[in-house]
């Protein structure tokens, strides 16, 4: 059975985002997310630090790429998307 994904109304607004701006995002667009996952979501978020919400394309982006939910020590809960050598997520705070 495939994951339902969450609301595609939330997630639709941060396809019209840029890349640069994930680290601005609205705070409480990050609490609506972590709201709507699913329990599962939630589990894998809490057991792997990470969770995948959807593909998304962005402003000016070629492809859609996965957007995941991170959880950083220091900035609580982010959006990111694999980047660099081995694909790795990292906080958008933190890389700033
Ligand atoms: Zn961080």
Same mark, same amino acid.
């Given at each position: 059975m495939v994951e339902e994904l969450m609301d595609k109304r939330l997630l639709a607004g941060l396809s019209?985002? $840029?890349?640069? $701006?994930l680290r601005q995002l609205d705070p409480n667009l990050i609490n609506q997310i972590v709201a709507n996952i699913s329990l599962t979501q939630y589990l894998t978020l809490l057991i792997t630090g990470s969770v995948l919400l959807d593909w998304l394309k962005c402003a000016g982006w070629k492809d859609k790429i996965p957007f995941y939910l991170i959880k950083c020590e220091k900035h609580g809960y982010q959006l990111s998307y694999p980047s660099g050598y081995g694909m790795k997520l990292f906080c958008p705070k933190c890389v700033e």
């Open positions: 019209l985002m $840029s890349a640069f $701006s």
